[in-house]
């Protein structure tokens, strides 16, 4: 049993930043691959970052690859998903998702746990 809650989001003007906090309790983070995702209205919940069990292997999706930046730390049992150069675009709610897995998942499917979602504004 895994427990996620995440934080840190808001209203932001093009260009800010943005660091999402997922907190996750139940069991050791570090034991967990983690994934985040974002729904926009109207739109299918996507694919924006993940690393693996280990944190040593990330991977973005193109649109973010060059602005977000996914870490951890173990001893905390939290996430980050650090936003910088935000665009319009990127308004949506995101996801923290964990899995019990060692690899990197890039599908909703791959994941076994989801935080209730963070609300990312970012006006023009």
């Known amino acids: 049993q895994v427990q996620l809650v995440e934080s840190g989001g808001g209203l932001v003007q093009t260009g800010d930043s943005l660091r999402l906090s997922c907190a996750a309790s139940g069991r050791t983070f570090r034991n967990y691959a983690m994934g985040w995702f974002r729904q926009a209205p109207g739109k299918e919940r996507e694919f924006v970052a993940a690393?693996?069990?280990?944190?040593?292997?990330?991977y973005y999706v193109d649109s973010v690859k060059d602005r977000f930046t996914i870490s951890r730390d173990n001893a905390k049992n939290t996430g980050y998903l650090q936003m910088n150069s935000l665009k319009p675009e990127d308004t949506a709610v995101y996801y923290c998702a964990a899995r019990s897995g060692y690899g990197i998942g890039t599908t909703r499917t791959d994941y076994n746990y989801w935080g209730q979602g963070t609300q990312v504004t970012v006006s023009s």
């Open positions: 690393d693996s069990w280990s944190g040593s292997r990330v």
